[in-house]
């Protein structure tokens, strides 16, 4: 690839207007005093603003039961039945697979996984995966633009704890961890289609 420099003055922080142009963005920017540092150290979760509900409480938040058909493998094929909230491990099923099959009994719009603070992350390769979006998995269909009255329509936001390993690291357990449902986060807003996680300084851990 050719080289590029203009023979001016730089408009852009780190003479990145006069820099390389080439395809890695790391040479052309420094971006560490955005992404290594706290944006919000007084932000802290309270015990005293979450309520916690029992079963027939979350019933009308979570979706229905509906348990699915999956067929699975490569040359010989298996159908499994998954019922809502269960993990299908498909290295039991495929030797050469190290992924997991979830059926959260909604429809999916949004998935994220939850920032964590590497200097006070206690288990690295521990992760929280938030997924949520429309309650129902068949016959329900929102626009994007569509808005809803305060508890007009009742949804949730799923935590998953997941334990991330490498193939090498999968190939040598005899079973791998499943991810877990930690969490559901029960709300009155409606259908979700885009969700994001407040950056790093939310996530303490309980000491």
Same mark, same amino acid.
């Given at each position: 690839?050719?080289?590029?420099?203009? /023979?001016?003055?730089?408009? !852009?922080?780190?003479?990145?207007?006069?820099?390389? %142009?080439?395809?890695?963005? @790391?040479? +052309?920017?420094?971006?560490?005093?955005?992404?290594?540092?706290? /944006?919000?150290?007084?932000?802290?979760?309270?015990?005293?603003?979450?309520?916690?509900?029992?079963?027939?409480?979350?019933?009308?938040? +979570?979706?229905?039961?509906?348990? $699915?058909?999956?067929?699975?493998? %490569?040359? @010989? !094929?298996?159908?499994?039945?998954?019922?809502?909230?269960?993990?299908?491990? !498909?290295?039991?099923?495929?030797?050469?697979?190290?992924?997991?099959?979830?059926? !959260?009994?909604?429809?999916?719009?949004?998935?994220?996984?939850?920032?964590?603070?590497?200097?006070?992350?206690?288990?690295?390769?521990?992760? =929280?995966?938030?997924?949520?979006?429309? $309650?129902?998995?068949?016959? #329900?269909?929102?626009?994007?633009?569509? &808005? =809803?009255?305060?508890? /007009? =329509?009742?949804? &949730? %936001?799923?935590?998953?704890?997941? #334990?991330?390993?490498?193939?090498?690291?999968?190939?040598?357990?005899?079973?791998?961890?499943?991810?877990? +449902?930690?969490?559901?986060?029960?709300?009155?807003?409606?259908? %979700?289609?885009?969700?994001?996680?407040?950056?790093?300084?939310? =996530? /303490? #851990?309980?000491?």
């Amino acid at each position: 690839m050719p080289i590029a420099k203009r /023979e001016t003055e730089p408009l !852009l922080p780190n003479a990145a207007d006069i820099d390389v %142009i080439g395809p890695f963005a @790391e040479k +052309l920017f420094d971006l560490d005093h955005i992404y290594n540092r706290n /944006e919000y150290p007084t932000v802290h979760a309270r015990a005293d603003e979450w309520l916690t509900v029992n079963e027939s409480e979350a019933t009308p938040y +979570l979706p229905d039961p509906n348990t $699915r058909k999956v067929t699975i493998g %490569i040359k @010989e !094929l298996e159908t499994v039945d998954l019922p809502v909230g269960a993990v299908l491990n !498909l290295n039991n099923h495929i030797s050469t697979k190290y992924a997991f099959i979830l059926n !959260l009994g909604f429809s999916v719009f949004a998935l994220e996984f939850a920032p964590k603070r590497p200097e006070i992350d206690s288990a690295r390769h521990t992760q =929280y995966l938030a997924i949520a979006g429309f $309650r129902g998995a068949e016959n #329900e269909h929102h626009y994007y633009t569509d &808005s =809803y009255t305060h508890g /007009e =329509y009742k949804n &949730s %936001i799923m935590l998953w704890r997941c #334990e991330l390993v490498n193939t090498e690291q999968a190939q040598q357990q005899q079973q791998q961890q499943q991810p877990v +449902l930690d969490l559901c986060l029960l709300h009155d807003f409606g259908p %979700i289609k885009e969700i994001k996680w407040c950056p790093y300084g939310a =996530y /303490e #851990e309980v000491s």
